[in-house]
């Protein structure tokens, strides 16, 4: 948080033109290790922490040119030792010290650090040329070089060793084909004039080592410029240095691969070179070696907005405080509170995910003390829709789903979820309760977790998507390409689900009476395909877990899932929780939490998730300052200072209701019952069932798979796989024309004993039936206007007439976007 | 060729206008609607592409077995050639397998080309993009499916949405990732309409397209003029892109609901029963007749999904164990109803005089393995496969491209997806180089650069 306030203030300073910037040379840390070190560098200009553009015209000097000299902007070493670099500009003047270790001894290409970096930098390794499963012309790498003793194997000893030839490099296939010197379908890949080409033949030429398993590893890498704030249209070179655990570094900017995580604000070519195309904060994710680093970038809005906007506005709690921050360093402008009427119905709807009723609304409207809104947010809490509401939301992320699970366990599963909120169960506890369950289907309904996929591999899988967000599927059959996981982590992690069994498991899930018993066997293992052996169990990237030991492997798992020191497990949680009340999640998709992604503002979801685990993981604790902030409470209303904004909460995004909620909200005005009697089957078939009497509301089901065309029209999340994405909030035509003709609505509103005759029957006034339909539906009073306008299309109707008007009344009401949507 | 950003009835500003212009066109007929080219007004002009040209997309959901079905290895090993046969077709240029009898009856009519590839994942989802969009989602980046394109580039020809997915769009792939069935950047409003119903249902009727039939004009008019005074009072709502879609959508509906045209569109019962016969009287065959339906009532692009997703139901993915289906299951229901379907298209098309001005294209994710895997099946395979084309100018009866001898990789003229989405366009006559407003108002190619018409299919 302390670098955000000082970030803060630096931008204060740069707009109002005072000079704080100076220079810097990057990387930071230069420690060249052989002959060969050398490392491109980089001047900046700085303001505080971060950077704000390239300087040009650079002068170098070295203090020691026996130990290190800068040709064309690129250090390199001559000889042990220190040296400190000075690069003299107009903007100023910076040095950097240089430290150079074993460049007398003896030097040799290593395989790990240079060969295979160059064969995936040329893209030998991708998956359309010897990166494929199968290969291609009989040449199989592993796919972006994740298996190296394999790749090496197949490079010297494969194809009777004629991709080498010690004797005479130059006739190597290894260089004859990329360079086109002999047929390559793959084209020319490799310049004979070029480094890389000199790298390939030397290591060659030096009798193709073996990769070395003394050789240290690398540690991490980094990016720089790490943060720059830069202007639409600014370009900015990137590099990426490799840090190992000896504490040396290697510039592997030419080997590293560059994605950028909007680009919509930044593009980032192969060669590490970003443009800024938009403002917001962009982010360019380098991946070497399964190391992911990333430089942000921060594009300001075009405006100007007075200082005192910020310091002004209200703040409620960090939130506000780590948002308004952001805003003032974007130059964006907040919208103002919102009003009584928008609050009380969007607080109703995002937290118990029910419409306030008109007695609640204008309880609340006439209420004049000042914690009014604090009060409301507290009773939510305490509500039976408040358990039902967040139970459906959980069973979403744990798949109650009766496609795959019989109706029994279906109910015990959700029961099971059901309690867990209702007891205010802390997520940690629920997440150890799934990930450990054990024992009969019906009275430990947790245990279906496991029975909706039943493979080692898939378990793993969903525990890694539900508890953090990571979708790691990709590390099945080689390592993340975008990510840190690796092949061998995912086999590790899945391990770790060997050993879970039911008797009952296998065939169609949905046979027999859905009463399995789960247990876990004292041994066995999952065999890692690539090496044919099981692969020491792990967390991902905790610690191994003795293979030897009969002990449940999930209870590690458990241990280190929620171990506050996880990064993910807070934050995915978090996000969640944030996503469901701002409808977008700080990190979006809320189901990809990957290092490449960031979220939108990263100190916030820090300081949130930071909040969640000091409060041990109760959500409604984090709910409550979610809900109580001046963020949350902010009006929809556009500015012109915000218009373009869609991520950084300067104001509240509208968005559709969920499709359950709006089912809700109709049965409730229209004061009639919805009937839930059916369950879909795989087959397209439909079974009968008896679990839902009538009244029961959407969000009171179990399972995602009982019949209404309403709830599949409008979205609901199906459960097949965890993932928000399931679910859609997306407009539709169909969804339209169901609204206007279909018969959810048309046939609520001509029922008899619903609410339209309940007005007639109280005999209420025109104007009275226009006031209670609008605060029934859209928790507000009509303004005059609209209250002029629609009591004078009643005018002097019938008594039958006048039923049919109001039904109209109401279709306008609950067809407007202020009814659907959430604002 | 950028000339859509000096306009301001894009997609990215031109919306702000539309409610306003239909509070006004409301106020003027008895029902609102009197002024049938309501929505060309905000429509960018002038439009680009051939007015004349449609396209039936086909797409063949899981994966066909092109070794089993288009590109037939007599010659291999029989752990690759399979358990089928070839059998003469009536083009010189190709044989097919035995398992499609009726498409060789119609050989002279599409062409095929076999040295398809794409060097995207070999999962559903990844295919479907890559396929339907040319190009695969980066940076949080959609792009959008070749019908949204054209539906954004031509205007529409009448109260039917410009692009339609039949049956609706595609289900669950398996690798969570957008399915390239969306208007992408272009926006939601770009989107297709999707039908949600099964048209070989004996009930079949689109789902609420019509008003309950007590209701007359006056009484859907109040609605209307209801509805407008409560959504004037709306605050924000213009800047958030699924509230101004809706809005979109009312005026869409609506549109849709009084035209007698878009009605009789959608209904099968104005088809002979020895026609819906012929098509063959199952999901597959009756939305290849509704295609051809709706192209004749003017749709401009239509998406066929043959099947809606590889879990537990019929579909291409032949891996030969559960929940995917066998070699013997392909054999004897899948490819005889496509088969079916498919010659039927070709044939009533070029009986009514279609086919020279209606592109129909059938693509799918990927092939299948050369080799049969211990299930006896076959498992996903992009490196090599066979798209067929025919109608919209395109020849009947060639090939193009070729693969190996056990149809591993393309051999001669590999075709990425970029040039079937290019082959796509070029038959719908928009000039390559069109850009198309991107994220961030960035221009953006509708295809890459270097993508190009497969030209050697065109006479």
């Known amino acids: 948080m302390k670098s955000i306030l000082i970030i803060g203030l630096v931008s204060l300073l740069g707009f109002a033109g005072a000079a704080h910037g100076g220079v810097t040379i990057l990387p930071e840390t230069i420690s060249l290790k052989g002959a060969e070190g050398r490392q491109t560098l980089l001047v900046q200009e700085t303001e505080g922490e971060v950077f704000t553009g390239a300087v040009d015209g650079v002068k170098w000097l070295s203090s020691d040119s026996a130990v290190a000299e800068v040709i064309d902007g690129v250090v390199i070493a001559k000889g042990d030792g220190k040296a400190t670099l000075t690069a003299e500009s107009e903007k100023g003047r910076a040095t950097r010290e240089v430290t150079?270790?074993?460049?007398?001894?003896?030097?040799?290409?290593?395989?790990?650090?240079?060969?295979?970096?160059?064969?995936?930098?040329?893209?030998?390794?991708?998956?359309?040329?010897?990166?494929?499963?199968?290969?291609?012309?009989?040449?199989?790498?592993?796919?972006?070089?994740?298996?190296?003793?394999?790749?090496?194997?197949?490079?010297?000893?494969?194809?009777?060793?004629?991709?080498?030839?010690?004797?005479?490099?130059?006739?190597?296939?290894?260089?004859?084909?990329?360079?086109?010197?002999?047929?390559?379908?793959?084209?020319?890949?490799?310049?004979?004039?070029?480094?890389?080409?000199?790298?390939?033949?030397?290591?060659?030429?030096?009798?193709?080592?073996?990769?070395?398993?003394?050789?240290?590893?690398?540690?991490r890498i980094e990016v720089s410029p790490d943060l720059s704030v830069l202007k639409k249209g600014d370009r900015q070179r990137l590099l990426v240095t490799a840090v190992y655990e000896d504490?040396?570094?290697?510039?592997?900017?030419?080997?590293?691969?560059?994605?950028?995580?909007?680009?919509?604000?930044?593009?980032?070519?192969?060669?590490?070179?970003?443009?800024?195309?938009?403002?917001?904060?962009?982010?360019?994710?380098?991946?070497?070696?399964?190391?992911?680093?990333?430089?942000?970038?921060?594009?300001?809005?075009?405006?100007?907005?007075?200082?005192?906007?910020?310091?002004?506005?209200?703040?409620?709690?960090?939130?506000?405080?780590?948002?308004?921050?952001?805003?003032?360093?974007?130059?964006?402008?907040?919208?103002?509170?919102s009003s009584d009427e928008d609050f009380i119905r969007r607080a109703f709807l995002d937290t118990i995910g029910t419409l306030p009723t008109l007695e609640e609304t204008t309880a609340f409207l006439s209420d004049e003390r000042p914690d009014k809104r604090a009060k409301l947010i507290d009773s939510l809490f305490e509500r039976e829709a408040f358990v039902d509401y967040w139970a459906y939301r959980w069973s979403d992320v744990f798949l109650v789903n009766g496609q795959i699970l019989r109706p029994d366990a279906v109910k015990a599963y959700y029961e099971w979820v059901r309690a867990g909120v209702a007891a205010n169960l802390p997520w940690d506890e629920m997440a150890r309760q799934v990930v450990t369950a054990k024992g009969e289907s019906l009275e430990n309904g947790e245990t279906n977790f496991y029975a909706v996929h039943q493979d080692p591999e898939t378990m793993a899988e969903n525990v890694s998507q539900a508890f953090l967000s990571l979708s790691i599927g990709c590390a099945k059959c080689h390592d993340h390409p975008l990510e840190k996981w690796t092949n061998d982590q995912y086999y590790a992690f899945a391990n770790i689900f060997s050993r879970v069994r039911a008797k009952g498991w296998g065939g169609d899930a949905r046979n027999g009476d859905g009463v399995r018993t789960l247990y876990v066997e004292p041994r066995g293992d999952l065999m890692q395909p690539r090496t044919g052996k099981p692969q020491a169990p792990a967390p991902l990237d905790g610690d191994v877990i003795d293979p030897a030991s009969p002990e449940d492997r999930r209870e590690a798992l458990a241990d280190w899932l929620t171990d506050p020191e996880n990064p993910f497990f807070a934050r995915s949680i978090t996000n969640r929780v944030w996503a469901a009340y701002f409808g977008r999640g700080l990190v979006d998709p809320v189901d990809d939490l990957r290092a490449s992604n960031p979220a939108s503002n990263e100190p916030l979801l820090d300081a949130l998730s930071a909040h969640l685990v000091e409060n041990e993981f109760d959500l409604k604790t984090l709910m409550r300052t979610i809900l109580t902030s001046e963020t949350y409470q902010r009006s929809s209303e556009v500015l012109s200072e915000n218009r373009d904004d869609t991520k950084y909460y300067s104001r509240y995004y509208p968005r559709r209701l969920m499709a359950e909620v709006l089912h809700d909200a109709i049965t409730d005005v229209t004061a009639t019952p919805a009937v839930f009697d059916k369950v879909a089957l795989n087959d397209g078939s439909f079974q009968e069932t008896k679990f839902y009497e009538e009244g029961t509301r959407a969000l009171e089901l179990y399972d995602s798979a009982v019949k209404s065309y309403f709830l599949k029209t409008f979205g609901r999340n199906e459960r097949q796989i965890t993932c928000e994405c399931e679910r859609s909030s997306q407009p539709s035509m169909i969804q339209v024309l169901h609204l206007a003709n279909g018969d959810t609505l048309n046939e609520k509103l001509a029922r008899k004993d619903g609410v339209i005759d309940g007005m007639l029957k109280a005999g209420m006034s025109d104007g009275q039936m226009v006031e209670n339909a609008y605060l029934k539906t859209l928790s507000r009073r009509p303004n005059e206007r609209e209250a002029g306008e629609l009591v004078a299309m009643m005018k002097g109707l019938n008594p039958e007439e006048r039923r049919l008007a109001m039904e109209d009344l109401f279709w306008g009401l609950m067809t407007s976007r202020e009814f659907l949507f959430q604002h | 060729?950028?000339?859509?950003?000096?306009?301001?009835?894009?997609?990215?500003?031109?919306?702000?206008?539309?409610?306003?212009?239909?509070?006004?066109?409301?106020?003027?007929?008895?029902?609102?609607?009197?002024?049938?080219?309501?929505?060309?007004?905000?429509?960018?002009?002038?439009?680009?592409?051939?007015?004349?040209?449609?396209?039936?997309?086909?797409?063949?959901?899981?994966?066909?077995?092109?070794?089993?079905?288009?590109?037939?290895?007599?010659?291999?090993?029989?752990?690759?050639?399979?358990?089928?046969?070839?059998?003469?077709?009536?083009?010189?240029?190709?044989?097919?397998?035995?398992?499609?009898?009726?498409?060789?009856?119609?050989?002279?009519?599409?062409?095929?080309?076999?040295?398809?590839?794409?060097?995207?994942?070999?999962?559903?989802?990844?295919?479907?993009?890559?396929?339907?969009?040319?190009?695969?989602f980066t940076g949080g980046v959609e792009t959008p499916h070749a019908g949204a394109v054209a539906s954004y580039l031509m205007n529409p020809r009448n109260d039917l949405p410009p692009f339609v997915v039949l049956p609706e769009l595609m289900g669950r792939g398996g690798g969570n990732l957008p399915n390239g069935q969306a208007?992408?950047?272009?926006?939601?409003?770009?989107?297709?309409?999707?039908?949600?119903?099964?048209?070989?249902?004996?009930?079949?009727?689109?789902?609420?397209?019509?008003?309950?039939?007590?209701?007359?004009?006056?009484?859907?008019?109040?609605?209307?003029?209801?509805?407008?005074?409560?959504?004037?009072?709306?605050?924000?709502?213009?800047?958030?892109?699924?509230?101004?879609?809706?809005?979109?959508?009312?005026?869409?509906?609506?549109?849709?609901?009084?035209?007698?045209?878009?009605?009789?569109?959608?209904?099968?019962?104005?088809?002979?029963?020895?026609?819906?016969?012929?098509?063959?009287?199952?999901?597959v065959g009756q939305c290849m007749l509704l295609s051809r339906r709706l192209i004749e009532s003017g749709?401009?692009?239509?998406?066929?999904?043959?099947?809606?997703?590889?879990?537990?139901?019929?579909?291409?993915?032949?891996?030969?164990?559960?929940?995917?289906?066998?070699?013997?299951?392909?054999?004897?229901?899948?490819?005889?109803?496509?088969?079916?379907?498919?010659?039927?298209?070709?044939?009533?098309?070029?009986?009514?005089?279609?086919?020279?001005?209606?592109?129909?294209?059938?693509?799918?994710?990927?092939?299948?393995?050369?080799?049969?895997?211990?299930?006896?099946?076959?498992?996903?395979?992009?490196?090599?496969?066979?798209?067929?084309?025919?109608?919209?100018?395109?020849?009947?009866?060639?090939?193009?491209?070729?693969?190996?001898?056990?149809?591993?990789?393309?051999?001669?003229?590999?075709?990425?997806?970029?040039?079937?989405?290019?082959?796509?366009?070029?038959?719908?006559?928009?000039?390559l180089e069109t850009h198309l407003p991107g994220p961030s108002g960035r221009p953006f190619p509708i295809v890459d650069f270097g993508k190009e018409p497969v030209r050697e299919l065109f006479a």
């Open chain 1, 100 to 219: 150079v270790t074993g460049h007398g001894g003896e030097f040799a290409w290593s395989f790990n650090r240079h060969v295979l970096p160059i064969l995936t930098r040329q893209g030998c390794n991708m998956g359309a040329c010897h990166g494929a499963v199968a290969g291609k012309g009989e040449f199989r790498l592993s796919l972006r070089g994740y298996d190296p003793p394999g790749d090496f194997y197949t490079m010297t000893r494969q194809a009777k060793g004629r991709r080498i030839e010690m004797g005479a490099p130059a006739r190597s296939l290894l260089l004859t084909k990329p360079t086109m010197a002999t047929p390559h379908k793959g084209g020319k890949r490799l310049d004979v004039e070029s480094r890389e080409y000199r790298i390939l033949s030397q290591w060659i030429a030096a009798g193709a080592v073996a990769p070395d398993g003394a050789e240290p590893a690398i540690a």
């Open chain 1, 247 to 337: 504490g040396s570094t290697l510039d592997v900017t030419d080997w590293a691969k560059f994605a950028s995580a909007d680009e919509t604000i930044a593009l980032v070519d192969e060669d590490g070179g970003v443009e800024i195309i938009g403002n917001g904060e962009g982010a360019v994710s380098a991946l070497y070696s399964s190391k992911v680093a990333l430089a942000r970038f921060r594009s300001p809005f075009p405006n100007r907005i007075p200082d005192d906007v910020f310091s002004k506005a209200p703040r409620a709690n960090f939130i506000d405080e780590l948002v308004l921050a952001q805003l003032e360093e974007l130059q964006l402008m907040p919208s103002g509170r």
């Open chain 2, 1 to 136: 060729m950028f000339d859509f950003l000096n306009e301001d009835s894009g997609p990215l500003c031109g919306s702000k206008r539309s409610r306003r212009e239909f509070l006004t066109v409301g106020a003027l007929g008895p029902i609102g609607l009197s002024l049938p080219q309501f929505l060309s007004a905000k429509q960018r002009s002038p439009m680009k592409g051939d007015d004349t040209k449609s396209c039936i997309m086909i797409f063949n959901l899981g994966g066909p077995s092109h070794i089993d079905l288009w590109d037939m290895k007599p010659d291999a090993p029989s752990e690759i050639r399979g358990p089928f046969k070839p059998i003469r077709t009536k083009s010189n240029a190709f044989e097919v397998s035995e398992i499609l009898p009726m498409h060789a009856k119609v050989a002279d009519k599409f062409s095929l080309i076999r040295s398809c590839h794409h060097d995207g994942a070999a999962v559903h989802d990844a295919g479907w993009q890559i396929m339907q969009t040319g190009r695969r």
């Open chain 2, 183 to 283: 208007g992408g950047f272009l926006g939601k409003s770009q989107d297709p309409f999707s039908l949600m119903a099964d048209p070989s249902k004996p009930d079949f009727k689109v789902p609420d397209l019509l008003p309950p039939d007590q209701f007359g004009a006056s009484r859907l008019d109040r609605r209307r003029r209801m509805r407008d005074v409560v959504d004037q009072t709306v605050k924000g709502f213009e800047e958030s892109e699924d509230a101004r879609l809706l809005d979109e959508h009312f005026h869409s509906a609506f549109r849709l609901m009084t035209s007698e045209k878009a009605r009789a569109a959608f209904d099968l019962s104005q088809e002979p029963d020895s026609v819906r016969e012929r098509y063959g009287m199952n999901r």
């Open chain 2, 299 to 431: 749709v401009r692009f239509v998406t066929v999904n043959t099947f809606l997703t590889v879990f537990n139901e019929l579909s291409w993915d032949i891996h030969g164990s559960k929940p995917f289906i066998s070699v013997k299951q392909m054999q004897e229901l899948v490819a005889p109803m496509y088969d079916q379907a498919y010659s039927a298209l070709l044939e009533d098309l070029h009986q009514r005089g279609m086919l020279d001005d209606v592109l129909v294209a059938g693509v799918s994710e990927f092939g299948r393995t050369p080799k049969i895997n211990p299930a006896g099946g076959r498992d996903h395979w992009p490196q090599c496969f066979t798209c067929s084309f025919a109608g919209g100018g395109v020849k009947g009866g060639e090939v193009v491209g070729k693969s190996d001898p056990i149809g591993g990789f393309p051999a001669e003229r590999p075709v990425e997806p970029g040039d079937i989405v290019a082959t796509i366009f070029h038959a719908l006559g928009f000039d």
